[in-house]
Nanobody
Framework: QVQLVESGGGLVQPGGSLRLSCAAS????????MGWYRQAPGKERELCAD???????NVAESVKGRFTISRDDAKNTVYLQMNSLKPEDTAVYYC?????????????WGRGTQVTVSS
């Protein structure tokens, strides 16, 4: 079983920055894709950015140029650097990690961390 622990959320003023972290632990042989999603009240969960094992990065248009995703495979950790935050970035942010435990694939989600952008 794979557990994900997210950190770094909080309250920030418009224009500010936050850095989210998500560390995976448990029975992991290999990690493939790692990503960050968000869900605002009354809206569906949407992708912010993801990164494959080969380093290919996909970023949503709504955050392109402001959010940067990165990964540290030695630490089984994915990061989301969020700059120039706007009130519309307010949401619960979830990390997602896909990989393998031996031959068995896993697709795990974190419990979410609240990001609130407000003056």
């Amino acid at each position: 079983q794979v557990q994900l622990v997210e950190s770094g959320g909080g309250l920030v003023q418009p224009g500010g920055s936050l850095r989210l972290s998500c560390a995976a632990s448990g029975s992991i042989s290999r990690i493939n894709a790692m990503g960050w999603y968000r869900q605002a009240p009354g809206k569906e969960r949407e992708l912010c950015a993801d990164i494959t094992g080969g380093g290919y990065i996909n970023v949503a248009e709504s955050v392109k140029g402001r959010f940067t995703i990165s990964r540290d495979d030695a630490k089984n950790t994915v990061y989301l650097q969020m700059n120039s935050l706007k009130p519309e970035d307010t949401a619960v942010y979830y990390c997602n990690i896909q990989g393998n435990h031996g031959w068995r694939p896993f697709d795990s989600w974190g419990r979410g961390t609240q990001v609130t952008v407000s003056s």
